[in-house]
């Protein structure tokens, strides 16, 4: 006579006003946690048993006054279920088409293809007049420290400081005027003349030149697949959405 009721004790954390809280709230709840990050640990599942006894509580109190039959929750529940279905049709679409190794290392050599070339380190000052970079040339042609001249006059707050140093970068992270004045310099050259672009007045040195650095996979095959997998993701979204008959008229941007 007594299996029956151990067996059932064994089923569930405790009984609130006479009704059992199964142990399966605590394990949903816990594979919930830690799905989303959180490391398993006791004190976790202290935390999610005491949560699914007072939601228990809660509960109870919230029938007991009737909330369930508001139009406001059953309308928040609509919701609630649609939300979820939806989360739900696009974790299993991530499930069933994972990103391969072969589609990271394919995405990986493309971008290693697009980087590859010659990296500049140059040094420029900045100032809002020709006058004043033509004045700037002659102080350095005359002996003045193109470092120092630039912590004292450039007006680039990033690079002033620092002697007018951009550190390594491929022209192309520069506006045209500026990389296709400095990518004719020979190292240790500057320009002879000022360079005009949006920012203003160019004085440039060119210190070094190497061959462009590309991470090696393992430190961006994380990043890789992530947006290979939001690539996937808004593909089968659109696909979807392309098939959907409806005379609503989407915002172009969404």
Do not use: C
């Not at 005359?142 to 007006?155: P, R, T, Y």
């Not at 997998?229 to 915002?251: H, P």
């Amino acid at each position: 006579m007594l299996a029956a009721p151990l067996a059932a004790q064994a089923q569930n954390i405790a009984v609130v006003n006479g009704k059992a809280v199964p142990k399966s709230r605590v394990e949903a709840l816990m594979s919930q946690a830690t799905r989303s990050g959180q490391p398993k640990t006791p004190e976790l599942e202290q935390q999610v048993r005491d949560e699914v006894v007072l939601r228990e509580i809660f509960l109870q109190e919230a029938e007991k006054r009737g909330m369930a039959a508001s139009a406001e929750y059953k309308q928040q529940m609509e919701f609630a279920r649609q939300t979820i279905l939806i989360r739900e049709l696009f974790s299993d679409f991530q499930k069933k088409n994972p990103v391969t190794d072969a589609e990271v290392q394919a995405e990986y050599e493309k971008f290693k293809a697009q980087s590859s070339g010659t990296e500049y380190r140059a040094r420029h000052i900045l100032v809002e007049k020709e006058d004043e970079a033509k004045a700037l040339i002659a102080q350095i042609k005359g002996g003045a420290k193109f470092e120092d001249v630039a912590k004292k006059n450039s007006k680039d707050p990033g690079s002033g400081e620092n002697g007018g140093d951009l550190d390594f970068a491929a022209p192309g992270a520069y506006v045209p005027e500026f990389s296709q004045a400095m990518v004719k310099l020979k190292k240790g050259e500057m320009t002879d003349a000022p360079v005009k672009s949006q920012f203003g007045w160019h004085v440039i040195r060119l210190d070094d030149t190497r061959d462009a650095k590309f991470p090696p996979l393992e430190e961006v095959k994380g990043q890789i697949q992530q947006r290979l997998g939001q690539q996937k993701l808004a593909e089968f979204r659109d696909a979807i959405r392309a098939k959907a008959k409806t005379d609503y008229k989407f915002n172009t941007l969404n």
